[in-house]
């Protein structure tokens, strides 16, 4: 093994060691921050030794610094002559670093049974790469008594995210005034919904208030609220210092590879076939089928207010698409009123709101 590989690798299995000793202290003070922020940089450096051991590279021709969590993670993925990832394990090490910049950066609150699942999931995956990639045994690398320890484990580990939105609700009841914890607990299961649909992007206020209100209105749907999560599982076996817990996609639903340079996006992505077979107009087919010019289809849908309702538009990627109902609705405006007139209305509008 070429020696910075093997640097990295011992560097990796320290942050590893280190976050499993945050799990299981005894005391809370910055444990959940401390726990994902080791656990990501472990993933980073094994990710980068494995790179290198497979004849990879982790710094780009003319760059000072080495490549970034994403673009470990894409060339673990697509490059054939080094890969060593499925596209289900990168969704496991998103959903981490994802957390981990909220982490770092904001704030996020896990309840103790999401907590144990990253981090079990995370021991999970760091053991078969480490067997996949170096042919070692992480068991034999750690002592038998270092595991996440958990008091309760979730038997079925979707059920949490179930308690977590009956949590949230519990916040937001009137008169409770917890609205700054709801979000923090919201933010975290935004965070790994966004995750597993590719969305790079940490979850913003207004999207946590929209799902604040969903709950408080008795939306309780795991699909509605988080169809990222809903399109998973989290497949578990053995038990003990054996236990395994791993990310696999649900029969029917695809995991595809995000093109590089898509903004805001990750590496892999959960795309629910029936989503993207409601939302199957884009802004060109708009323009088309209404037989208008661009800028007087702008002007509709920002005046008719399409993309605030989701049964008209949903963002994919950043990248806008449209229902057949949006289509409707369109044509009946236009029906209503003049393309012009519309446009003429847009430009009013827009002045006054720069005014």
């Given at each position: ?22 799990f ?12 994902l922020m ?27 610094n ?31 670093n ?21 981090a ?50 519990r ?22 919904d966004?995750?597993?649909?590719g969305?790079?992007?940490?979850p ?147 002045a006054?709101?720069?005014?």
């Amino acid at each position: 093994m070429k020696r910075e590989a093997r640097l990295l690798k011992g560097k990796s299995l320290a942050s590893l060691m280190l976050s499993v000793e945050h799990f299981n202290r005894p005391w809370d003070i910055g444990r959940t921050d401390a726990v994902l922020m080791l656990l990501d940089h472990a993933f980073e450096m094994l990710l980068k030794a494995a790179i290198l051991h497979r004849g990879g590279r982790i710094r780009d021709p003319g760059e000072k610094n080495t490549i970034g969590f994403d673009q470990c993670v894409r060339r673990s993925l697509s490059t054939n002559s080094i890969r060593f990832l499925s596209e289900e394990q990168a969704l496991t090490l998103q959903a981490i670093n994802g957390l981990r910049d909220a982490a770092q950066h904001h704030l996020v609150d896990i309840s103790e049974a999401h907590l144990y699942l990253q981090a079990q999931s995370g021991i999970t995956l760091y053991r078969d790469l480490a067997r996949h990639v170096f042919g070692d045994d992480l068991h034999e690398a750690l002592p038998k008594r270092v595991l996440p320890i958990a008091t309760v484990a979730p038997r079925d580990p979707l059920a949490l995210f179930s308690d977590e939105i009956a949590e949230v609700a519990r916040l937001l009841r009137p008169g409770t005034r917890r609205g700054a914890e709801a979000a923090a607990r919201l933010r975290a299961l935004a965070i790994v919904d966004g995750a597993m649909r590719g969305e790079k992007l940490q979850p913003g206020e207004s999207t946590l208030r929209k799902l604040g209100a969903q709950i408080s209105a008795g939306v309780t749907d795991l699909d509605v609220l988080f169809p990222g999560i809903a399109a998973v599982e989290f497949v578990t076996d053995g038990s003990g210092p054996a236990i395994s817990l791993r990310i696999a996609k649900k029969e029917g639903i695809p995991v595809t590879l995000v093109a590089d340079g898509d903004a805001d996006s990750s590496v892999v992505a959960v795309r629910r076939v029936s989503e993207l077979d409601f939302y199957n107009l884009r802004f060109s087919g708009l323009v088309d089928k209404l037989e208008v010019t661009t800028n007087q289809t702008t002007a509709l849908i920002t005046l008719l207010k399409i993309k605030e309702n989701e049964e008209y538009a949903k963002s994919f990627f950043n990248t806008w698409c449209y229902s057949q109902k949006a289509l409707i609705r369109l044509r009946e405006a236009l029906q209503a009123q003049k393309p012009e007139d519309w446009w003429r209305e847009y430009k009013a509008h827009m002045a006054k709101k720069a005014a």
